[in-house]
């Protein structure tokens, strides 16, 4: 199993362009979620989805858009890319979307706007 | 309010000792997960450690336990004989219906120093 694969890794963006980050999961996973991580802080939600064609928003959902087509694919759109959008990115994935179940992360995109 | 304290910005250990890394939590459901994750300068966010808030007994994994006391909702995380590898940045984490996300909610974390 490959787990959760993200690309790319790396990308510099300038403001007012859009992009897509692509996830995707080998794990027959139900859940899947979008986090950013900025610096002195842990992660925050983007966005999450418990199921092909479900999507919602999570803690910080301005600025991107999510769509799940299918069980393994997730990747998140910046529509007109920010300054603050600078941030390192990370998907994550779990079996099921209770509480019990651990998240396993992707090994994140280091986007920067400038 | 903080749903996930953690006050120890830095801690230094020294190689082999053990060494425990504080974290609160705030949650109303009854029914929650808690988490750690390692951090280390390469980036990526590698598990730990798994207790739930219904188990009777404390986790452990290796080297790693959570000391788990549900009154004062405190999950500590404890790392014993420590390496030199397992400097890093550790998140507590906690997982609860958070009104129908089940979202990861993160620390702020902790930088661990190992001193050989």
């Known amino acids: 199993n490959a787990g959760v694969t993200q690309t790319p890794k790396f990308q510099v963006l300038k403001t007012g362009q859009s992009m897509t980050l692509q996830c995707a999961q080998d794990?027959?996973?139900?859940?899947m979620s979008w986090y950013r991580q900025d610096p002195g802080m842990g992660l925050r939600l983007i966005h999450y989805s418990v199921g092909a064609g479900i999507t919602d928003q999570g803690e910080v959902p301005n600025g991107y858009n999510v769509s799940r087509s299918t069980t393994e694919d997730f990747p998140l759109r910046l529509l007109s890319a920010a300054p603050s959008q600078t941030s390192v990115y990370f998907c994550?994935?779990?079996?099921?979307?209770?509480?019990?179940?651990?998240?396993?992360f992707g090994p994140g995109t280091r986007l920067t706007v400038t | 309010a903080q749903k996930i304290t953690q006050t120890q910005p830095g801690m230094f250990v020294q190689e082999k000792e053990a060494v425990t890394l504080d974290c609160t939590y705030d949650?109303?459901?009854?029914?929650?997960?808690l988490f750690w994750y390692k951090q280390p300068s390469s980036g990526e966010m590698i598990f730990l450690i798994y207790q739930g808030s219904y188990d009777q007994q404390n986790a452990t994994e290796g080297r790693y336990s959570l000391n788990f006391q549900k009154a004062r909702k405190s999950a500590n995380l404890v790392i014993s004989a420590s390496q030199l590898g397992d400097s890093a940045m550790y998140f507590c984490?906690?997982?609860?219906?958070?009104?129908?996300?089940?979202?990861?909610?993160f620390g702020k974390g902790t930088k661990l120093s190992v001193i050989p």
């Open positions: 994550a994935s779990s079996y099921s979307h209770r509480e019990s179940y651990e998240q396993y």
């Open positions: 949650t109303s459901d009854p029914s929650y997960g």
């Open positions: 794990m027959n996973h139900e859940y």
């Open positions: 984490a906690m997982r609860d219906s958070g009104a129908g996300s089940y979202q990861l909610t």
